[in-house]
C-alpha cells in the first residue's frame, strides 16, 4: 500500500495550485499506461456523503446493466466517451514553496532544469455518468411469485429444499434496487418474512383466512372495525393457521388502530370489497349486472359494494346491449413505462383518459413526467372539440431512425480523426513599417470614354 | 451480485487529482516509438492576466501553444479503482472469497481546460527571414506594375 501510493504520485496539488508566472513541465509517468482498473465517477454533490461512508453498492448479474445504489436511491451507470485528451493526474506531495525546491520524482530525465515535474498516468476516454432511475421492481415480483406461500406447504413432498425462496441478501444480490426501495417493493407486493424468506401469500390461503376472520367475527360477534388482535390470533391459532399469516392477512386487509386493550385491527372495506370482486369475477368476463349481483351477495354484512373500488382492477366492454366486466388489475401489469403501455395497448388498441389514468398513475419514471410519458409512448387523437381524447400506440421509433448517418457522431469522429496540422493563419504574418498598398491609381486616357 | 465501493478516505479529504484535458491527441515522434515514459509532453504556464481575475494558462507542446482556463467541475469525478476484496472477514454479509469491489483512490474537483485549436509558434528566425522575403517579392511586384 505504501509503496503503490509512492509509485502513483503525480503532482497534482502543484499543478492545480501553480501561482501566477510561474511555469511547470507535464510529462508521462515513468508507470504511465492503460490502467483499466481505474475509473472516473462523475459523482453529484448530494451524493458524495453516502460515498465517503461506504453506502455506495453496484448491483446487477453480468448479464443486466449495472446499476449504482444509495441507501434510497438507484442509479443507471452511463459510460460517455470523449474526444479530448483527458490527462490524469495522481496527487503528489505537497508542493514546497520555495522555488528552488526540486521535485525528486522524476529523476530520469537530466535535461529538465525545472524545478517541479507533474506526471500523467493515464489517458482517460471515458468517464462514467450517473442517471438517476426506477429500481427493477418486475424481477422481485417474478422472484417472489416463483413459490408463493401455501398453508400446510410443509406436508408437501420436502423435495424442492429452499429453491424459488429468497432471504433478504439474495434479494439484494439478485435486484437493481437499493435497500429502500427493495424495502418499498416488498411492502408494494404485501410479502412477509417467514423463516428468513421473503415470501408472498397465496391468493387461495389469503382467501380462505379472511374467511375464516369474517366468519368468526359473526360467530364471535366482533366488530369489523375493531377486531382485537389477541382474540383474532388465538381463535385461529386453534383452527390451525400460522400466526405470522394471520396478521399478515390483517395486515393487508385491514389498519391497525390503538386501542385501550392491545392492539385493534379495523378492516379496510374497499381492501375486502375487492378481494371478493375479484373472487367473484374469477378469470372470465361477466355479465355486469350478474356480477353486481354476485358481489353484493358476497360481501360481509356492513359493508358497501361500489364500482368505484373496482377502479384499476377491473374492465367494462360493450357488447351489444350489455355491458361485460372482467379483471384487469394494475398491479399486475409491469412497473417500467414501455413495457406497461405494450401490456396495455395489447388489452386495447385504444383508451380513454378515464379508463387509461388508473392503469399509468402509478408509473414513477425520475425526470419525466406523465404527461412526458404520455407523449412518449402513445398518439392522442382528438377528432372534434367536444368529444374525449383517445389514445393509442405511437409508433414508437427513435428520432435518430430518420436522420441521415451523415449527421451522425461517428461520421462527424471520422471525418476529424486525421491529424490536422495547425497552420500560421492572419495573426502570425510578419508586420512591416511600409504604407500599406493599396488599388493601382487608375490613369484616365484621352478621349471620350467609352460607354 | 453486488460489487462494494468502498472509501478508506478519512473524514472527508480523498486526495485530490488533477486533469488536464486538451482537444485532439498528443502523438509522439515516430523515431520515440513506445519509449513514451517520462517523456515531456509541454510546459504548462500560468500567465496573468490584465483583463479578467481568472489566470490563463498556456500549455506549449512541441510547436503548438495551447491557451485554456481552470475550470471547476460541476459535479466532481472519483477515481475508482478495482479491486479484489482479500479482507473478506472484515464483512461477514459478503462471504464469497474473490468478490470484487471498488475503492476510491481520489476525487478530481477541478481541471485545466484547453478548449481552443492549438496555435503554432514560428520562431523569430523564420519570421524575419519570411519578412524579407515578403519585402523583396512586394518591391518585385511594384517594380512590374510599374
Not at chain 1, 508507470?31 to 453498492?57: K, S, W
Not at chain 1, 360477534?221 to 382485537?228: H, I, T
Not at chain 2, 464483512?91 to 474537483?109: K, M
Request: hydrophobic letters at 40%; glycine letters at 6%; a negative charge.
Amino acid at each position: 500500500m505504501e509503496v503503490e501510493d509512492k509509485e502513483l504520485r503525480g503532482g497534482a496539488e502543484s499543478v492545480l495550485n501553480l501561482a501566477q508566472g510561474s511555469s511547470i513541465s507535464i510529462r508521462y509517468h515513468s508507470l504511465f499506461g492503460d490502467y483499466n482498473d481505474l475509473l472516473l465517477l462523475e459523482a453529484d454533490e448530494a451524493f458524495l456523503p453516502d460515498i465517503l461512508q461506504n453506502r455506495v453498492t453496484i448491483r446487477g448479474q453480468t448479464n443486466e446493466e449495472a446499476v449504482l445504489c444509495t441507501p434510497s436511491a438507484t442509479y443507471a451507470m452511463k459510460s460517455v466517451g470523449t474526444s479530448n485528451s483527458v490527462f490524469l493526474i495522481p496527487p503528489g506531495k505537497p508542493i514546497l514553496v520555495s522555488v528552488n525546491d526540486t521535485c525528486s520524482d522524476n529523476k530520469a530525465n537530466p535535461s529538465a532544469v525545472t524545478e517541479e515535474v507533474s506526471s500523467i498516468i493515464k489517458v482517460a476516454s471515458t468517464n462514467m455518468e450517473l442517471v438517476l432511475v426506477a429500481p427493477s421492481l418486475d424481477k422481485l415480483k417474478s422472484l417472489l411469485h416463483e413459490r408463493p406461500y401455501k398453508l400446510n406447504e410443509d406436508l408437501e413432498v420436502e423435495s424442492r429444499g429452499n429453491v424459488g425462496l429468497y432471504r433478504w441478501h439474495d434479494l439484494l444480490e439478485q435486484i437493481q434496487a437499493s435497500e429502500q426501495e427493495l424495502k418499498d417493493g416488498l411492502k408494494l407486493f404485501s410479502a412477509v418474512e417467514i423463516d428468513g424468506f421473503w415470501r408472498v401469500i397465496d391468493g387461495k390461503t389469503m382467501d380462505e383466512i379472511l374467511s375464516m376472520v369474517l366468519n368468526n367475527s359473526i360467530l364471535q360477534g366482533w366488530p369489523l372495525n375493531a377486531l382485537k388482535e389477541d382474540e383474532v390470533v388465538s381463535v385461529l391459532e386453534t383452527d390451525g393457521y400460522p400466526q405470522k399469516i394471520i396478521l399478515h392477512c390483517l395486515e393487508t386487509f385491514g389498519i391497525m388502530v390503538e386501542g385501550s386493550d392491545g392492539k385493534l385491527w379495523s378492516l379496510d372495506e374497499k381492501k375486502v370489497c375487492l378481494h371478493f370482486a375479484l373472487v367473484a369475477l374469477g378469470g372470465g368476463m361477466m355479465k355486469l349486472d350478474i356480477f353486481l349481483q354476485k358481489w353484493k351477495h358476497s360481501v360481509p354484512s356492513g359493508m358497501q359494494a361500489d364500482l368505484k373500488m373496482l377502479e384499476g382492477e377491473v374492465l367494462y366492454e360493450k357488447l351489444g346491449f350489455e355491458t361485460w366486466i372482467h379483471a384487469f388489475r394494475a398491479s399486475a401489469l409491469p412497473s417500467s413505462p414501455a413495457m406497461r403501455f405494450a401490456a396495455l395497448f395489447r388489452e386495447r388498441s385504444k383508451w380513454e383518459w378515464k379508463d387509461l389514468e388508473p392503469y399509468i398513475r402509478d408509473l414513477r419514471v425520475p425526470g419525466l413526467s406523465l404527461e412526458g410519458l404520455l407523449i412518449k409512448y402513445t398518439r392522442r387523437t382528438q377528432p372534434s372539440a367536444d368529444v374525449e381524447p383517445i389514445f393509442s400506440a405511437s409508433v414508437g421509433d427513435i428520432p435518430e431512425n430518420y436522420v441521415h448517418q451523415w449527421y451522425t457522431k461517428d461520421m462527424f469522429m471520422k471525418a476529424y480523426s486525421r491529424f490536422i496540422k495547425p497552420i500560421p493563419g492572419e495573426e502570425d504574418w510578419p508586420h512591416e513599417d511600409h504604407a500599406p498598398s493599396g488599388p493601382p491609381t487608375c490613369n484616365v486616357l484621352p478621349g471620350r470614354p467609352r460607354k | 451480485m453486488q460489487i462494494r465501493v468502498k472509501c478508506n478516505c478519512s473524514d472527508e479529504k480523498c486526495p485530490e487529482w488533477a486533469i488536464v484535458e486538451l482537444q485532439g491527441v498528443v502523438e509522439s515522434q515516430s523515431n520515440i516509438g513506445d519509449q513514451i515514459h517520462d517523456l515531456e509532453i509541454g510546459k504548462l504556464c500560468c500567465s496573468s492576466s490584465s483583463s479578467s481575475s481568472q489566470p490563463r494558462y498556456t500549455f506549449t507542446v512541441g510547436y503548438h501553444e495551447l491557451s485554456g482556463t481552470k475550470v471547476y467541475l460541476k459535479k466532481p469525478l472519483l477515481v475508482l479503482k478495482k479491486k479484489v476484496a482479500e479482507d473478506a472477514a472484515a464483512l461477514p454479509e459478503f462471504p464469497a472469497s474473490s468478490t470484487p469491489e471498488l475503492e476510491v483512490i481520489g476525487i478530481i474537483c477541478q481541471k485545466i481546460l484547453f478548449k481552443t485549436r492549438p496555435k503554432a509558434l514560428i520562431s523569430s528566425t523564420v519570421s524575419i527571414l519570411q519578412a524579407i522575403f515578403k519585402l523583396l517579392l512586394l518591391n518585385f511586384i511594384s517594380s512590374f506594375i510599374l
